[in-house]
C-alpha cells in the first residue's frame, strides 16, 4: 500500500539531516505522507516496510552510494516498481545517465526550487500511475481474450 489515510506516501533517503527537514516539511504542506532515511540501508528497510508512491534518493551519501540503493531497489521484485528521482549536486551527463540506466523515473539536480521538485513528483506519479492503469488494462484484455477464446 503507498497511502496512509488517503495520503500518498513519499519516502526520502537523504545524508543531510537539514534537507531532509526540508524536505518533508514542503512535501506534507503539499499534502504527501512522508517517511524519511538517513542512509542507504534504512532507506532500503524503509521501501520494503513502507511501499511508497515515489522514492527521492540523494545520490551522493556515505557507505551505500544512491546508485547502489536505486540498483537493489530495482532488483528485489518487491520494491522494483516504486518510481526513482535522483536528488544531486553532480550534473554532469555521464552521471545522469547512469542514473537512468538504473531505472530512475527522473534527475533533480541541487539546488532546485520548490516549483521544479513539485512538478518533478506530480509528472512522476502521474507517468507511474499511467502504467499501472496500462498493465491492469492489458491484464483485463488478456482474460477477456482467455474466457472468449474457451466459450466464456
Given amino acids: 500500500m503507498n497511502a496512509t489515510n488517503g495520503l500518498t506516501r513519499i519516502l ?5 539531516p ?4 526540508m524536505l518533508q516539511e ?3 504542506s503539499w499534502g504527501y505522507h512522508v517517511v ?3 542512509s542507504g540501508e534504512a532507506g532500503l528497510r524503509a521501501a520494503a516496510a513502507h511501499q511508497p508512491a515515489l522514492i527521492l534518493l540523494d ?3 556515505p557507505q551505500m552510494k544512491g546508485r547502489e540503493v536505486c ?3 530495482k532488483a528485489d521484485p ?3 516498481a516504486i518510481p526513482v528521482i535522483f536528488l544531486t549536486a553532480l550534473e554532469m551527463p555521464d552521471h545522469i545517465k547512469a542514473g537512468m540506466e538504473l531505472g530512475a523515473e527522473d534527475y533533480l539536480v541541487k539546488p532546485f526550487t520548490a516549483d521544479e521538485l513539485k512538478e518533478r513528483i506530480t509528472l512522476c506519479l502521474l507517468r507511474h500511475a ?4 496500462s498493465q491492469s488494462n492489458g491484464r483485463q484484455h488478456d482474460r477477456d481474450t482467455t474466457a472468449a477464446d474457451f466459450g466464456g
Fill in 12 to 16: 526520502v533517503i537523504d545524508d543531510e
Fill in 18 to 21: 537539514e534537507l531532509l527537514d
Fill in 26 to 28: 514542503r512535501l506534507q
Fill in 36 to 38: 524519511t532515511a538517513t
Fill in 59 to 61: 545520490v551522493v551519501m
Fill in 71 to 73: 540498483a537493489r531497489l
Fill in 78 to 80: 518487491h520494491t522494483r
Fill in 130 to 133: 499511467g502504467r499501472l492503469v
